[in-house]
């Protein structure tokens, strides 16, 4: 049996004609794509969580380089990776991306001014609270009085016609006293 065949050199790296270098070059590529940023080749390897060994690495970013696909930057003896800049394609993305910039601000400021309306009214405090009750209450107590009072007074004189009004009205009160309802926010 005859050993395997030498690779091929292309500008002095390994020619990439197999389907698994291909998958696992646009894999690394979309990986340092999605995060954009620097990584050491200990770091990707690390981050992909083995799924690459180091001389693999090497040779899949040393192609990448000379694709111009990935920039190095050396930095010491360590080498950091990151994907090429991302250009945008044209105008039209900047101007939508500075209209919703535009959209978003004028939400912002709209937010901005009811949150200053709202914090400018005064709100009731529980104390505040607490004294309504105990005023209802008591104008309550007061008119349960006044209706006590008419009513032995009544007893107590006979039928003269103004003490009638006078409890008929108190009794109305009475019945207004009861409608009486304490609205309490939550």
Do not use: W
């Amino acid at each position: 049996m005859m050993p395997p065949k030498k690779q091929k050199l292309q500008n002095g790296l390994p020619s990439r004609t197999n389907q698994e270098d291909q998958t696992q070059t646009t894999e690394l590529l979309t990986y340092l794509k999605s995060k954009y940023r620097p990584y050491s080749l200990t770091d990707i390897q690390l981050n992909l969580h083995g799924k690459f060994k180091k001389t693999q690495l090497t040779t899949i970013l040393e192609s990448l380089l000379s694709e111009k696909e990935v920039i190095v930057k050396t930095i010491g003896k360590t080498n950091y990776y990151c994907y090429k800049e991302i250009i945008a394609s044209d105008n039209a993305s900047i101007d939508e991306l500075n209209d919703k910039i535009k959209k978003t601000e004028e939400e912002l400021s709209g937010f901005v001014a009811k949150v200053c309306e709202i914090t400018q009214k005064p709100t009731l405090t529980n104390e505040m609270l607490k004294r309504t009750i105990e005023e209802t209450q008591q104008k309550a107590q007061t008119l349960r009085d006044q209706v006590a009072i008419a009513e032995q007074k009544s007893k107590n004189e006979s039928g003269s016609e103004t003490t009638m009004n006078y409890v008929s009205n108190l009794i109305k009160l009475k019945e207004k006293q009861q409608k009486i309802v304490c609205y309490l926010p939550k």
